[in-house]
Antibody, heavy 121, light 111 residues
Framework: QLQLQESGPGLVKPSETLSLTCAVS??????????WGWIRQPPGKGLEWIGS???????SYNPSLKSRLTVSLDTSKNQFSLKLYSVTAADTAVYYC?????????????WGQGILVTVSS | QSALTQPPSASGSPGQSVTISCTGT?????????VSWHQQHPGKAPKLIIY???ERPSGVPDRFSGSKSGNTASLTVTGLQAEDEAEYYC???????????FGGGTKLTVL
């Protein structure tokens, strides 16, 4: 059974880097046809797709965040990560990690439980 | 402002049917059949309930169905049940530059 678990600091200062990790169990991050991604939800607001990385390491990013964003895979630890640079209060949100498969056309098939990250001094 | 437009709210009584619309453009919903719907209960992570316009993942009741016409997708819930009360988000592929977009969400209330 696939499980996705986000971890990282719940509080980040403005202008610093937001770093999150998603630990994967029940599947290999290098498994064929898997895409591992991040989606966020500001408090009381809707969902925003952030970006994803394929099992081969190819990345896709939201153009509005691309200049500040890195998504990476760590096959040795079976996890993937998000780094968002130069954060502001507008980056305060619940961050979800997710997986989709090539044959399931959606941005996220399976979701983690989410982690709230607040950007504040 | 979300890329896809959904009504902020919808409602129906138990046993009734309700349809939620999601309007986009020829650059997203109209581009392909890669349209999906996610259900989110308060304080919980979203859950995929429809993908590829009308396909249901394993375990999703057939009371949930999806359709698309032109640049508008729809989610229909038949035989409303109390547990269907949730926020529903549409989600569409938007090409190789923007990739994926969401609607602003529709809060479904079961009266």
């Amino acid at each position: 059974q696939l499980q996705l678990q986000e971890s990282g600091p719940g509080l980040v200062k403005p202008s610093e880097t937001l770093s999150l990790t998603c630990a994967v169990s029940g599947a290999s991050v290098s498994g064929s046809d898997y895409y591992w991604g991040w989606i966020r939800q500001p408090p009381g607001k809707g969902l925003e797709w952030i970006g994803s990385i394929s099992w081969r390491g190819g990345t896709s990013y939201n153009p509005s965040l691309k200049s500040r964003l890195t998504v990476s895979l760590d096959t040795s630890k079976n996890q993937f990560s998000l780094k968002l640079y130069s954060v502001t209060a507008a980056d305060t949100a619940v961050y979800y990690c997710a997986r989709r498969e090539s044959m399931v056309a959606t941005s996220a098939h399976y979701w983690g439980q989410g982690i709230l990250v607040t950007v504040s001094s | 402002q979300s890329a896809l437009t959904q009504p902020p709210s919808a409602s129906g009584s138990p046993g009734q049917s309700v349809t939620i619309s999601c309007t986009g453009t020829s650059s997203d919903i109209g581009l392909s059949n890669h349209v999906s719907w996610h259900q989110q209960h308060p304080g919980k992570a979203p859950k995929l309930i429809i993908y590829e316009v009308s396909e249901r993942p394993s375990g999703v009741p057939d009371r949930f169905s999806g359709s698309k016409s032109g640049n508008t997708a729809s989610l229909t819930v038949t035989g409303l049940q109390a547990e269907d009360e949730a926020e529903y988000y549409c989600n569409s592929y938007a090409g190789s530059t923007i990739h994926w977009v969401f609607g602003g969400g529709t809060k479904l209330t079961v009266l």
